[in-house]
């Protein structure tokens, strides 16, 4: 009895031994599968057919398989526009649709492995219009910078175009060595945080309406163009007078929102941007977007003058600001954005985030369809687009052309549009970045 006895014990341990390292295999197969069955030295993938269709919302092809081959949109303006959102076929883009939905597009799955008998490479259908992004890529006029635009009730992404870029059927050689390609495999709308110049003023806007709710809208100030704040001058682009908030954001006045924010202060200032989701990364599915930053400890009167409007070391990534644009359009809370419809696939089931309160968000809103009708002109866009937008232009140094900023949203039922447009070294906000608004616009209604 005494032998039978420790033979079962020994049987026991060597069946749990067995079970733990088949769990412990399993376990690692499910979680690293894909990316062992993605490895550099499994390249075949890439190239033998078994990846499927990247589509557009209304079924155009942006990149299949053929003979073997990855291939892209017949159009070298709409490949060059959609490099970024569709990828490149080495793989490094990877913020990518063909980089992140690998699983979905070689039919991977984690029983079946690369069997494609089992489960054939399939397609997966974006929500991006790619019209809408070819016109924008072509409204940049081969500037850098980054255009966002997406449907703020449902969520759609329907416009994504980052420059600089290349084409993917001929990669540049020098992609490596020649400085105009920095960045180029970066998607400027997720990866990237750029000085927003004025902007930001929404920002500082808002936190005045958090810190005096009552009080704000007799918030005044006088600009004379230039002034010393904290021993050196904050200076404006005009000499503007006594102003309003709603005066001083349609003039732009940088020295209404440099005495602003020193009256905010500096905790105050970085604590309501904070509450807009600066200073911390948001997730799109897998995708880490780069955070926007307020940072404003220590920071003396005459730099938190110039924080209030948008310089400091204020930055601020296109994705996130389309994001506040869509929180203000949509009563105070944004829905998630999504590159799918299928939910769990790319980012968002449709869930919403609250930034601000309904009230915050219609103040807002109602100063930025001021500034537009007021000051920017309403026949800058298609008619009837109802546009409340904001300009920015980031000084970025003595020796580049600035950011030229828009970032706005329809606040119409037809198109619940939000955006933010950036195109880098231009020194015309409302030309270079509003052409960018109106291209994109005037092809989603059309
Ligand atoms: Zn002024």
Known sequence: MKTVGLRSIVLYILLFAFLGGMGW???????????????????????????????????????????????????????????????????????SVQYTFRDELTGYNPVFGLNRTVFSGSTVKLTIDSAACTAAYNAMEGHNGGAIFYNYKNGNILCKVSAPGYDPISVPEDIDSNPDYNGAYLDNTLSGAFTPGS???????????????????????????????????????????????????????????AKLANDIGAADLQKAAEKLGFNKSLDFSSIEIAPSECKLEGANA??????????????????????????????????????????????????????MSGVQANNL?????????????????????????KTGTGEVGETREPNCWMAGFCDSDSYPIAFAVLVEESNNSLGAAGAVVNAVLSELIS
């Open 302 to 355: 005459n730099e938190l003058g110039w924080a209030g409007v948008g310089q400091y070391t204020v930055l601020v990534n296109p994705y996130h600001m389309m994001t506040v644009m869509g929180a203000i359009a949509n009563g105070g809370a944004y829905v998630e954005p999504r590159l799918t419809e299928d939910s769990g696939l790319f980012g968002s089931s449709g869930g919403s985030r609250a930034l």
């Open 365 to 389: 809103k109602a100063m930025m369809r001021g500034t537009v009708s007021g000051y920017y002109g309403d026949w800058l866009f298609p008619e009837g687009m109802n546009v409340c937008a």
């Open 199 to 257: 902007t930001f003023k929404l920002v500082t806007s808002f936190a005045a309406m958090e810190k005096w709710p009552d009080t704000w809208t007799g918030l005044t100030y006088s600009c004379q163009e230039s002034e010393d704040i904290g021993g050196s001058d904050v200076t404006c682009l005009g000499y503007h007078g006594e102003q309003d908030m709603q005066t001083a954001l349609g003039n732009s006045c940088n020295l209404y929102f």
């Open 25 to 95: 295999f399993l376990a690692n197969l499910f979680i690293n599968g894909s990316r062992w069955a993605m490895q550099p030295y499994n390249g075949h993938i890439h190239i033998d057919g078994s990846m499927g269709e990247v589509q557009d919302r209304d079924g155009n092809i942006l990149a299949y398989t053929e003979d073997g081959s990855r291939a892209y949109s017949e159009s070298e303006a709409t490949r060059r526009a959609l490099l970024h959102t569709v990828g490149d076929t080495e793989g490094f883009i990877s913020t």
